[in-house]
């Protein structure tokens, strides 16, 4: 039997981390190649764009589109933004994290705060004013929704304690707080651990309010000195909703969410004969792409849908039958976005018959590979054509390169023994 020389080893490892060069660049190349183009301008409306962009890691932003996909202004200077909404007098409200911060009441120096700001859309758009507090954690703990009420009071989603209140600027006070506990059973300390993750609330009445509670997988209508007096998903069924965000309510008996670890957008109507809330229009695809952890949905006056597809870094309007209006690449995570100047105004739900429309089919998670993509999503802009094939791609080339390496290394000490 012959044995290897350092040569043929330093040969050998050699090709071994050439060919794990090539099968990422080919793979990578591939898919860059072969993406198909996720920016579709409308011209059939002139309403712009607003959306709040979380950022993956440092690099949240809130941004106005024109109808075109062209960039109107962009405000960035926070770690994260989500909930974005036009106030009547032309500024933007909207939710944030940042830090480090000096001011931190009970929590140790430096921290992180959450709150909203508002932001004046003249050229150059800029924050004009802030209200935030300290959390203990911002992944756990920051506000993802809030909006102004009529009585000119601030309602807030608060993920630190798990509440909903009213707060009042002018005194600075809480004017109404609903607890969470008060209907959920509750850990020590809230504040310790990601809990419920009360991720959006809206106002759908006089004192109703819609409240998504992520981590349940339902959503809850509370009424002021009722608590709650309807839920959504009873049975916390993650077929039927699988930690959900910004549900749009669209009159009584009829719900859209945006239905994020099943991948998909989810019209949900109350079956009046036996109470159950059922799948009445489901969206897996817009333009042959799967949807990839979509975070927010809105039917407008017009009776489209506004879809948030996050990790595929895209907005897109589509019709009933799935059809594209209008589709507009945004970069870095995209958390929310309204078609101004309508917002979350009530849209019309679909007519109901009993049937059930879907639209695509719902993309398969792969073991181990989906995990690793989502947690990249996480920490750097990922290209939305990246797909599981890219990750497997990336895990064998390293796999060859830890083996070429290490061929390597073995042939340059065998050639300095021999020499």
Not at 346 to 352: C, K, L, R
Request: aromatic share 8%; hydrophobic share 35%; net charge negative.
């Amino acid at each position: 039997m012959r044995v290897q020389s350092g040569g043929d080893h330093s040969r050998l490892g050699a090709l071994l981390v050439v060919a794990g060069v090539l099968l990422v660049g080919l793979s990578f190349g591939a898919g860059w190649a072969l993406a198909p183009n996720t920016d579709k301008a409308s011209s059939a409306t002139d309403n712009p764009l607003l959306v709040g962009v979380q950022g993956p890691g440092w690099g949240g932003n809130v941004t106005m589109l024109g109808s075109n996909g062209s960039r109107r202004w962009s405000v960035g200077d926070a770690i994260s933004y989500q909930d974005v909404s036009m106030l009547d007098n032309g500024t933007v409200l909207a939710t944030f994290a940042e830090g480090p911060y000096r001011q931190c009441g009970q929590f140790d120096s430096p921290c992180k705060r959450t709150g909203v700001r508002f932001i004046d859309t003249q050229s150059p758009a800029n924050v004009t004013g802030q209200w935030s507090y300290p959390v203990r954690t911002r992944k756990d703990s920051e506000v993802h929704d809030a909006e102004m009420l009529p009585s000119g009071e601030l309602l807030v989603a608060d993920m630190e304690y798990e509440s909903i209140y009213t707060y009042d600027f002018s005194t600075g006070t809480k004017t109404w707080v609903w607890n969470a506990s008060q209907y959920y059973d509750a850990p020590p300390d809230p504040t310790k651990t990601d809990w419920l993750h009360i991720n959006d609330v809206d106002r759908i009445g006089e004192d109703r309010y819609l409240v998504s509670v992520r981590n349940t997988n339902q959503l809850v209508v509370v009424e002021r000195g009722k608590g709650v007096v309807e839920v959504v998903n009873e049975d916390r069924d993650p077929s039927l909703l699988d930690k959900q965000h910004n549900p749009h309510w669209l009159g009584n008996g009829a719900v859209l969410v945006a239905d994020s670890e099943n991948h998909r957008v989810v019209e949900l109507h109350r079956n009046e004969s036996t109470g159950e809330w059922e799948e009445s229009w489901v969206v897996y695809e817009i333009d042959d792409i799967p949807l990839d952890w979509p975070r927010d949905a809105d039917r407008l006056p017009n009776g489209n849908t506004l879809v948030t597809d996050s990790r595929n870094n895209r907005v897109a309007e589509i019709t009933r039958n799935g059809s594209v209006v209008a589709s507009y690449r945004v970069e870095d995570l995209p958390y929310e976005a309204d078609r101004l100047p309508y917002g979350e105004s009530a849209g019309q739900p679909y007519g109901s018959d009993g049937s059930r429309d879907v639209l695509g089919q719902r993309n398969v998670d792969v073991p181990v590979l989906s995990t690793l993509l989502s947690a990249a999503h996480h920490v750097t802009p990922v290209p939305f054509w990246v797909s599981e094939l890219h990750v497997l791609a990336v895990l064998l080339a390293a796999g060859l390169w830890i083996v070429g390496g290490a061929l390597l290394a073995s042939g340059w000490l065998s050639s300095r023994h021999d020499s």
